[in-house]
């Protein structure tokens, strides 16, 4: 799947270790700027609802291995 219009996280800045999304055919792809060819792909409401879990601290404990 050829994709060109690839975005960095804003969090990254000018690093090698970056996560990359991208939309294709109304589902966006995943992938980590140090290993392009693995990609992951889901639906724009999957990735909101991981990102709400993110930002509401629900996977904090999983992130620390609790």
């Known amino acids: 799947m050829p994709v060109s219009n690839w975005q960095k996280s804003s969090y990254c800045g000018e690093g090698n270790n970056c996560i990359e999304l991208a939309t294709v055919d109304m589902h966006v792809v995943i992938r ?3 290993a392009p060819a ?4 889901t639906t724009p409401a999957r990735v909101r609802a991981f990102l709400e879990a993110v930002k509401a601290g ?3 404990s ?3 291995g609790i």
């Open 58 to 60: 629900s996977l904090d």
């Open 32 to 34: 980590e700027s140090t």
């Open 62 to 64: 999983v992130a620390r």
């Open 38 to 41: 693995a990609i992951i792909t």
